[in-house]
């Protein structure tokens, strides 16, 4: 006889979904939080370049968030289209949207790689007031 898989999130209390599912969330916005941070803290400590560094790595610091905030917030919006279309049990839309979302996640790289190679160079420089060096370390950052 086969066996018909549950769906967890109809059936499972909330309380240990919350913790099952809400927890590593929680955790992994904290850990993004922290990366700057721990940057920082490392910069920092470089020696004699080390103001520098932590001057250029904050310039860098909006890019990264804007990244952050760009793949997160496509992935939830992703997410949330997936768990309805798997709810309405319609297979054609959760294999569209899953595709959508591949493409999606590459159309967002080839973006973010380009402004990398081609466009970091003029961000930090918008912010650098002149200094070569902040102007050198922040375009390797980014």
């Known amino acids: 006889m086969r066996e018909t898989k549950k ?3 109809a059936d499972a209390p909330m309380k240990k979904l919350f913790w099952k599912m809400g927890l590593p969330m929680i955790v992994s916005m904290v850990l993004q939080a922290l990366y700057n941070v721990v940057d920082s803290i490392f910069v ?39 768990s309805k279309s798997l709810g309405e049990k319609n297979q054609e839309k959760v294999n569209k949207v899953a595709g959508n979302g591949i493409f999606l996640s590459i159309c967002i790289f080839i973006v973010f790689l380009l402004f990398g190679l081609f466009g970091s160079k003029w961000f930090i420089s918008l912010f650098a007031a002149g200094k070569s060096e902040v102007l050198s370390l922040g375009t390797t950052y980014l």
């Open 7 to 9: 769906n967890k999130m």
């Open 44 to 82: 920092a400590n470089m020696g004699e370049t080390g103001a520098i560094a932590n001057q250029a790595l904050t310039i860098a610091f909006p890019i990264q968030i804007l990244i952050i905030a760009v793949g997160v917030g496509t992935g939830v919006g992703l997410n949330a289209l997936f």
